[in-house]
């Protein structure tokens, strides 16, 4: 029997492809933000430590522009690799023969 091109998505529920793009891609929001909040957060720190924080919070801004750069680096790598594929389990009426 041939498959056409629509028979590999049939036992699938409708809808799961968009729900596997949508989690792939919070994914990556999670990540690019979580990016920018941790290295900014370590600059903050590092400005209270050294007693910068109530002058010119100096180490904050560059936690925060080192964040946006780490964060849009992961971004255009995460973006540019296309998404794994599923594993295609073998269809058990075919084992038979």
Same mark, same amino acid.
Request: hydrophobic fraction near 40%.
């Given at each position: 029997? $041939?498959? =056409? &091109? !629509? $028979?590999? =998505?049939e036992d699938k529920a409708p809808g799961s492809r968009h729900f596997n793009d949508y989690a792939r891609l919070s994914g990556i929001g999670?990540? !690019?933000s979580a990016s920018?909040? @941790?290295v900014g957060w370590l600059g903050w720190l590092l400005d209270r430590w050294t007693g910068l924080a109530d002058s010119?919070?100096?180490f904050l801004l560059i936690g925060v522009f080192l964040g946006l750069g780490l964060g849009i680096y &992961? @971004?255009?790598l995460k973006v540019s690799t296309p998404p794994p594929k599923e594993k295609e389990n073998p269809d058990p009426e075919?084992?038979?023969q």
């Open positions: 029997m $041939s498959k =056409n &091109r !629509f $028979s590999e =998505n999670l990540e !690019f920018v909040a @941790l010119f919070p100096v &992961r @971004l255009q075919d084992d038979d």
